[in-house]
């Protein structure tokens, strides 16, 4: 097999450049994308003759030896087979693209290349969680910042451990302003954990389809992340809030006006009999919030949760009934996260859960200390913590709780409980090892 250049016309003064090459009877004829003077082409050695008067020979013979092998390639790539001229066609297509994406050239259908042109296509065409495609939005617009500070598009081919380290760099001192008026601050190791754990999911997703670079496979390449160092209520601080009487005096004494307050005390006793179920049940707030009458049936709850779609059954506790019964099985209608969390702080504030503690968080690559009473901790998310602790504390198996979370590894289940060892050694007290019963 050997690959031979004709001129296209001799009889102009320049000529596009053609490969033709004969292969088990087959007879392909190539466009290569050279054009050359007619009068300096050797018809002999199929290549210019290389004179002082045309110094680009050189240049145009380098590149059809490289065609030269570039075809031969695509060729023996078919093994046995004997391919056809458009086969043959992709096959050159295919290896030049490979080349171009390689060496950071420029390709047909350039955009296919860059990081967040695949990105946001595979959030768009993603049949995810609303949530979770909430959290690529995220990623991608982080990326598209630091693109902007650098100055730059990250294509496929600069996602490796160099761009981690840059990248993680820029994240450890960029802050955000979390409320207006407020100082900046810097962002958690667990946010730009997320940030890399998802462009690691766009890579893998991406790789082997547009693009089969494996920078981002470097064992350093990760997406590092801390416990986070948050509270639990016990079951006599939710019996607090239970037992809560809101009252307009007690508002008042709190530091509220006398406008709408019958408002704020209907708005307070529907966030404090949502934010028990979560306590008493263990669910996220997306599913502790949607609770009706069909979720209820012999004194089981049974519920499919939104962020891992998967249904579990939960006991029903003592106190829950007693809610469903004073609420005459109306339950709370629907409302924001955001407007929960700052109800349930009020809440802990009224009811005196106000022991001082300290949280510490990675921030900004430095481990920081927040100090402060304890209901301005308190979350949506402190319902689902305390219900899992207070059952383990009551001695629930961990294999049961695990099942009521809904986690697939008890790894999960475990983080999820927050007992000092003064806690866990209370509840073994009467365990018959150390009892003797």
Not at 231 to 247: G, R
Not at 352 to 371: A, C, D, F, P, W
Not at 383 to 404: H, P
Request: glycine share 4%; charged share 30%; hydrophobic share 35%.
């Amino acid at each position: 097999m050997e690959v031979k250049f004709f001129l296209k016309d001799k009889n102009s003064d320049t000529t596009s450049v053609r490969a033709v090459v004969r292969h088990k009877g087959q007879r392909y004829q190539i466009a290569v994308g050279e054009t050359v003077i007619v009068k300096y082409w050797n018809d002999k050695t199929y290549r210019c003759r290389t004179v002082r008067d045309y110094p680009e020979a050189s240049h145009i013979n380098i590149r059809l030896a490289d065609w030269a092998d570039l075809i031969e390639n695509a060729i023996n790539a078919f093994g046995l087979i004997v391919p056809t001229p458009k086969m043959l066609r992709d096959k050159i297509d295919e290896i030049i693209r490979n080349r171009n994406i390689e060496a950071g050239g420029i390709i047909e259908n350039e955009s296919e290349q860059y990081l967040v042109s695949f990105a946001e296509k595979y959030r768009d065409n993603s049949t995810k969680s609303e949530r979770t495609k909430k959290g690529y939005t995220t990623t991608i617009n982080k990326i598209k910042e630091f693109e902007k500070t650098h100055k730059t598009r990250l294509r496929f081919i600069d996602i490796d451990i160099d761009f981690y380290s840059q990248f993680k760099n820029w994240m450890l001192n960029a802050t955000y302003v979390k409320k207006k008026g407020e100082a900046p601050i810097h962002y958690t190791k667990n946010y730009i954990g997320a940030l890399f754990k998802n462009i690691t999911l766009f890579m893998n997703e991406s790789k082997g389809k547009v693009h089969d670079f494996s920078g981002f496979m470097d064992k350093d390449f990760k997406s590092e992340k801390e416990e986070t160092d948050s509270i639990y209520l016990t079951q006599e601080e939710i019996q607090k809030i239970y037992d809560l009487d809101i009252t307009k005096e007690l508002l008042r004494t709190n530091g509220y006006k006398n406008q709408n307050l019958v408002s704020t005390i209907n708005s307070l006793r529907e966030e404090r009999d949502r934010f028990l179920l979560g306590c008493f049940t263990a669910l996220r707030h997306s599913d502790y919030s949607r609770l009706d009458n069909l979720h209820f049936k012999e004194d089981i709850i049974r519920i499919w949760t939104v962020k891992k779609d998967k249904k579990v059954f939960i006991p029903m506790h003592f106190r829950v009934r007693e809610i469903l019964e004073r609420r005459k099985n109306i339950l709370p209608a629907a409302i924001s996260d955001q407007k929960h969390n700052k109800q349930v702080k009020a809440l802990g504030k009224l009811a005196g859960i106000n022991e001082e503690v300290v949280l510490t968080k990675t921030r900004g690559g430095k481990r920081i200390e927040s100090v402060g009473p304890k209901y301005k901790f308190i979350t949506s998310h402190t319902a689902r913590r305390s219900g899992a602790t207070n059952m383990y504390l009551a001695g629930v198996d961990l294999k049961f709780i695990q099942d009521i979370l809904g986690h697939s590894k008890i790894e999960q289940t475990i983080r999820y409980i927050k007992v000092t060892a003064e806690d866990n050694a209370k509840r073994l007290i009467d365990h018959p090892y150390f009892s003797g019963k």
